[in-house]
């Protein structure tokens, strides 16, 4: 059965062919994989979960002083995102906490933090420190792609995932509280991500679970264990869209472990977005198929659209909010 594999992601720097076929096999066959020896510091992750149980913490009206909106910044509570509208019949037992770039210094990414500026300058660190490792990330894909020198090379994809540039990019903070029994609903439905790739720490408690493949829809659900000091890496839907399906934007979804039932679940997602400007046709590259694989068929929609109108489309679908305003 697949599993999700660990990359040594020191071999970036002592042999970047060796890393980039592994990061491109893996992102090929299961569309996730665990990178250790990365270099983001564990006291900086630990720091910014214990942020997260902070603010998790407080009474619901403070937390909602920022709620979410089109902007995509800000609280979003209890059942307010559903994110696989199609079969769930109550939204997703989670809330959470996002921040933008453009948000980063806002009153809202403070009210994170409890108006602690210091404590909101490490927010501000940590989300740009992933955004660079991302960044290297996308440059195995550009090797493993083998991009012509022409297009860009190995940087083809630094130009269009630029930090000052606008785009979807968000640093996610996840909590999902403990339940009295069994939910008969996923607590985060099954869905893809709309970006590139996405960044995700977990900690403690474990309860993703990720679709093995996307065309065989009956293969099991294998479950992506917290691994300590590893960041679990996917691959989101403009990848998929710019390799015509050749690397995959794999299903996953969160449950609970029934052990686990009374504890608290948190984690901390980044998803990084090319900027809003960007199309998601397919990227020069001599491996990317010209005939359009079945399972991209479903993103057949975003293929006109630009990376920005893409997270649009998908916000719309999953959000109470949005749907109140329509
Ligand atoms: O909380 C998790 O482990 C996964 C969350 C997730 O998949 C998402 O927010 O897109
Ligand atoms: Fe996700």
Not at 39 to 46: N, S, T, V
Not at 151 to 168: I, L, R, T, V, Y
Not at 272 to 299: C, G, K, Y
Request: aromatic letters at 10%; charged letters at 25%; one cysteine or more.
């Amino acid at each position: 059965m697949a599993s999700i594999p660990i990359i040594d992601f020191s071999l970036s720097v002592s042999d970047p062919k060796e890393c980039a076929r592994q990061i491109y096999e893996a992102s090929r066959d299961i569309g996730f994989f665990y990178l250790k020896n990365h270099d983001i510091a564990p006291e900086l992750i630990d720091r910014m979960f214990d942020c997260s149980k902070w603010f998790f913490d407080r009474p619901v009206q403070e937390k909602n002083q920022y709620p979410i909106g089109p902007n995509n910044s800000g609280y979003s509570p209890m059942k307010s995102e559903t994110l696989d509208p199609e079969h769930q019949t109550q939204g997703d037992l989670k809330e959470a906490f996002n921040i933008t770039k453009k948000s980063i210094d806002d009153e809202s990414a403070k009210c994170f933090v409890q108006g602690n500026v210091k404590e909101q300058a490490r927010v501000g660190t940590f989300f740009k420190d992933l955004h660079r490792l991302a960044i290297d990330i996308m440059k195995c894909f550009a090797i493993a792609l083998q991009v012509p020198e022409s297009a860009g090379g190995q940087h083809f994809f630094d130009k269009s995932h630029e930090w000052d540039e606008p785009s979807g990019t968000t640093l996610r903070f996840l909590h999902y509280p403990p339940q009295d029994s069994d939910p008969k609903t996923p607590l985060a439905g099954s869905h893809t991500d709309y970006g590139s790739i996405t960044l995700l720490m977990q900690k403690d408690t474990a309860g993703l679970e990720v679709q093995a493949s996307r065309i065989h829809k009956d293969v099991p659900w294998i479950a992506a264990p917290v691994i300590p000091n590893t960041i679990l890496i996917n691959i989101g839907d403009h990848l998929q869209m710019w390799t015509n399906g050749l690397l995959k934007s794999t299903m996953h979804r969160v449950t609970y472990n029934p052990q686990q039932l009374h504890h608290s679940r948190y984690s901390i997602a980044c998803f990084i977005h090319a900027n809003d400007d960007t199309r998601l046709r397919p990227i020069p590259s001599p491996l990317i198929p010209q005939e359009m694989r079945a399972e991209v068929d479903e993103f057949e929609a975003g293929r006109n659209m630009t990376a920005g109108e893409y997270l649009t489309w998908r916000l719309e679908r999953t959000y109470d909010f949005w749907k109140s305003e329509i």
